[in-house]
């Protein structure tokens, strides 16, 4: 039995977007009561845990990733009070929460902000990242910000730049302060109080700044770009040496565990852009003092084949030693992988095997709203586009906006999200993928999820076991997964095409097919044969 203040290692975490969960209330924008009402359903997946995306007061500029007050809801979600039924409804059906926690900026609506802007005498005057012009008044560096432009803006009270990695009104907290510091480690301490089980931590590698303010560095020609953002993004353009992913990082992840073990059985998840996210992953993780696990955009991205995902793996492995990592095929950030991976797949079967393979990786799962759906990314008319980031570099990028849509309950009016019209249009192509279509039908995406899941649950070389990989041809991938005595072959046809495949030689003669999660497959005198788009789990005991 698993200690149940590990229930992070190896945890399904259901990462929900509040605005485009569930409508409780008419407006056309989910909030936190209609996330309680649908907790049932969640539960209903097999999963261990929610992350809810910010819904902190915000003036909503990047949809809450700019906070003006960490310690309360912002009334278009709710109230506190609704926070609160929903932790406790969630924990009476055994989920645990964790929330979104934007540390490394506010927004410049934020008294603590609107304080250091004043002038550079006063008591916050150093909680930000403030630096002179040079000599011509240009910025003081060729600092990018992923937004698009320069990360500094100027003020004309403090005749100085301020450093936004985002948005000019996200401006980025000074963490070589030591006060700064803390006042974010107190904000932390305020929702641990409170109940939460852990904490999804936003750009949790942009923390600290070089203070000398170098320049970065020219990505070297033919050389590999950042996977943190669209390859068509100037940002991209740089190698990230100095704006991120500092050293000084190590010591403030930290104090920040320190806090966290102070609440036994919470957790940290951090998201890592970066230009070498899989060797941040295995050094903020690594050690047992930092970080509990982190994700980075490398199942995140377009390549998807059998040989790519394998030198993922293969790379982490390397590197990772005791790290702990968390694999995601989609967030609120990035391309569903439907479309992503799946667009000229077939749109049922493709999501199933995709989805059993990352749930049979090594490490913690986050499974996006809607991608035990199989939903596609949604087509959002320009005239429609609320992200930021999108309307900046369109058309070449569209922003986020296609994987925000609400999530379709029914298929009826709005898709079940809302009454009336919601902030983000209900995709046509969504509405026969709804939750009410798929639930009954035992061949729906929907279905087949809820299998692997419990599935995942039967077998603890799933949730703890070590992994190697195996050959088993180009188009497959293969990994042994062993853990208390139980040995699994995973073996995964993510092609169209049927493929079959000795067994290796290595696995031995016991082997026994396993049905759990209702693929099509054979083993015929330890040959192997799959189906296009099929699992075969092989029991090796």
């Known amino acids: 039995m698993q200690d149940s203040t590990i229930w992070w290692r190896g945890g399904v975490i259901y990462q929900i977007y509040p605005r485009s969960f569930m409508d409780s209330n008419g407006d056309g924008i989910g909030d936190l009561a209609g996330i309680t009402e649908k907790l049932d359903y969640v539960a209903s997946l097999g999963v261990d845990g929610i992350w809810l995306s910010p819904f902190f007061t915000s003036p909503m500029l990047d949809f809450g990733y700019d906070i003006s007050d960490y310690r309360d809801v912002d009334p278009m979600f709710g109230t506190l009070d609704d926070f609160k039924a929903l932790l406790a409804r969630a924990h009476a059906l055994g989920l645990k929460v964790m929330i979104d926690q934007v540390i490394s900026h506010t927004s410049d609506q934020h008294p603590w902000f609107q304080e250091s802007r004043q002038d550079r005498t006063n008591d ?26 320069s990360a500094w803006t100027f003020d004309s009270r403090r005749q100085q730049y301020y450093l936004h990695n985002f948005l000019k009104s996200q401006p980025d907290v000074n963490f070589h302060h030591p006060e700064a510091r803390q006042a974010q480690l107190d904000n932390l301490r305020f929702w641990l109080e409170l109940g939460v089980d852990g904490f999804r931590l936003d750009t949790v590698n942009f923390y600290f700044h070089d203070q000398e303010l170098r320049d970065n560095p020219p990505v070297p020609a033919g050389e590999a770009k950042t996977l943190g953002a ?4 100037p940002y991209t353009w740089q190698r990230h040496v100095y704006d991120l992913s500092r050293p000084e990082n190590l010591d403030f992840l930290k104090e920040l565990r320190a806090l966290m073990d102070e609440f036994p059985g919470t957790t940290t998840v951090g998201e890592i852009g970066d230009d070498n996210p899989l060797e941040r992953m295995a050094e903020y993780t690594a050690g047992g003092d930092k970080l509990h696990m982190a ?9 998807h084949s059998a040989g790519y995902i394998r030198e993922v793996i293969e790379r982490f492995q390397r590197l990772a030693g005791d790290a702990w990592p968390c694999w995601a095929l989609s967030n609120h950030d990035v391309m569903r992988s439907a479309t992503r991976w799946g667009a000229d797949e077939d749109p ?22 809607g991608e035990e759906l199989g939903l596609p990314e949604a087509e959002v008319p320009f005239e429609r586009i609320q992200d930021p980031y999108g309307k900046v570099l369109w058309p070449e990028f569209k922003g986020r906006d296609g994987c925000r849509t609400p999530m379709p309950w029914t298929h009826g009016e709005q898709g079940g999200f809302s009454s009336v019209e919601p902030w983000l249009p209900v995709e046509e192509r969504h509405l026969p993928l709804a939750v ?28 703890e076991g070590e992994i190697r990989l195996v050959e088993v041809g180009e188009d497959l991938l293969g990994f042994l997964r062993e853990a208390d005595g139980e040995r699994l072959l995973c073996v995964f046809n993510l092609t169209g095409e049927p493929r079959e495949t ?10 026994t097919l396993l049905e759990g999660p209702g693929f099509r497959t054979s083993l015929e005198a330890s040959q192997l044969i799959l189906p296009a788009y099929q699992a075969a789990f092989i029991s090796l005991d």
């Not at 049922?348 to 709203?369: D, E, F, H, I, N």
């Open 295 to 303: 994700y980075g955009f490398d199942l995140l991205n377009a390549p």
């Open 502 to 511: 000795p067994l290796p030689a290595s696995v031995g003669e016991h082997a």
């Open 230 to 233: 669209p390859d068509t993004n």
């Open 436 to 463: 009410a279509n798929q639930q009954d039908d035992a061949d729906s995406v929907l279905n087949a999820t809820r299998a692997m899941l419990a599935f995942r649950r039967q077998h603890a070389a799933l949730i």
């Open 124 to 149: 916050k005057a150093d909680w930000f990242v403030w630096a002179d012009p040079k000599p011509d008044g240009t910025p003081p560096n060729n600092w990018l910000s992923i937004f698009g432009g």
């Open 348 to 369: 049922v079967a493709y999501p199933k095997v995709a989805l059993a393979m990352v749930l049979s990786l090594r490490g913690s799962v986050c499974l996006y709203q």
